[in-house]
């Protein structure tokens, strides 16, 4: 199988020779095969080294990922398939929709609004007819002085 490049937000392209694979023998269920065939598969990227990205995308993308990029180096791991090739699919799926979301844009900050003239008039008058309801389960007041 050609694994291609990794395609992602804004046309970027991140070229196939600067992913790294490993692969290795997963744990679990597989019949006879599970201990022979390496099916554990990683892939690793070194964002803090790749001509792909520029200073601003490689700061945010670094910055969002954290801990998640160890030395500049974002790794994923996919072992939920039998096969090497669907743990193939699956690791570079996650890995583009990891950095996808990593290096979209900041969201637009919130601009500060003021509730409106009949919003405040509506809880206004919700607040009164409570405290009407509320008045009328009090015990009377007792007449004094006869």
Same mark, same amino acid.
């Given at each position: 199988?050609? $694994?291609?490049?990794?395609?992602?937000?804004?046309? $970027? #392209?991140?070229?196939?020779?600067?992913?790294?694979?490993?692969?290795?023998?997963? /744990?679990?269920?597989?019949?006879?095969? #599970?201990?022979?065939? !390496?099916?554990?598969?990683?892939?690793?990227?070194?964002?803090?080294? /790749?001509?792909? $990205?520029?200073?601003?995308?490689? !700061?945010? @993308? @670094?910055?969002? $990922?954290?801990?998640?990029?160890?030395?500049? #180096?974002?790794?994923?791991?996919?072992?939920?398939?039998? =096969?090497?090739?669907?743990?193939?699919?699956?690791?570079?799926?996650?890995?583009?929709?990891?950095?996808?979301?990593?290096?979209?844009?900041?969201?637009?900050?919130?601009?500060?609004?003021?509730? /409106?003239? /009949? =919003?405040?008039?509506?809880? =206004?008058?919700?607040?009164?007819?409570?405290?009407?309801?509320?008045? @009328?389960?009090?015990?009377?007041?007792? =007449?004094?002085?006869?």
């Amino acid at each position: 199988m050609a $694994l291609g490049p990794l395609h992602l937000r804004g046309g $970027l #392209v991140v070229d196939a020779r600067e992913l790294r694979w490993r692969f290795s023998r997963a /744990s679990g269920p597989g019949g006879q095969g #599970v201990n022979t065939t !390496d099916s554990r598969v990683e892939l690793s990227w070194d964002a803090g080294a /790749s001509p792909a $990205l520029d200073e601003q995308q490689r !700061d945010r @993308l @670094l910055t969002r $990922l954290g801990a998640r990029a160890v030395e500049g #180096v974002v790794t994923v791991v996919a072992v939920e398939h039998r =096969s090497q090739l669907r743990n193939r699919e699956a690791a570079l799926a996650r890995l583009t929709a990891l950095l996808d979301d990593a290096l979209r844009p900041p969201d637009q900050p919130r601009r500060a609004t003021r509730p /409106s003239r /009949s =919003s405040r008039a509506r809880r =206004s008058a919700a607040e009164r007819q409570r405290r009407d309801v509320k008045a @009328l389960r009090r015990r009377p007041p007792r =007449s004094g002085g006869e």
